[in-house]
Nanobody
């Protein structure tokens, strides 16, 4: 069973930092693309960051220069380091892994972790 568990969310003041973790189990994810989306109340879920199989990183324009995605293959974990946080970053953050299963590439999602940035 492929599972992803996010952690590290919480309440932080504007300008502060948090590091989110996404721990995988059921498979070794070192050769799979992983990333993060977020969803704020009343808004559509939006892309945040991705780490491709090639190790290339991509970021939403709104977080470039502030967020960094990375992974530790030994721990089967992907991270999202978030610096200079703004109230507009408040959302539930979801991680995903893209896995080839049953003849197709599929996304597996974690349950999300809440990030709240206060003024």
């Amino acid at each position: 069973q492929v599972q992803l568990v996010e952690s590290g969310g919480g309440l932080v003041q504007a300008g502060g930092s948090l590091r989110l973790s996404c721990a995988g189990s059921g498979r070794t994810f070192s050769n799979y693309a992983m990333g993060w989306f977020r969803q704020a109340p009343g808004k559509e879920r939006e892309f945040v960051a991705a780490l491709a199989r090639s190790r290339r990183t991509d970021y939403a324009d709104s977080v470039k220069g502030r967020f960094t995605i990375s992974r530790d293959n030994a721990k089967n974990t992907v991270y999202l380091q978030m610096n200079s946080l703004k109230p507009e970053d408040t959302a539930v953050y979801y991680c995903y892994v893209n896995v080839f299963f049953a003849g197709a590439w599929r996304n597996y999602w974690g349950q999300g972790t809440q990030v709240t940035v206060s003024s």
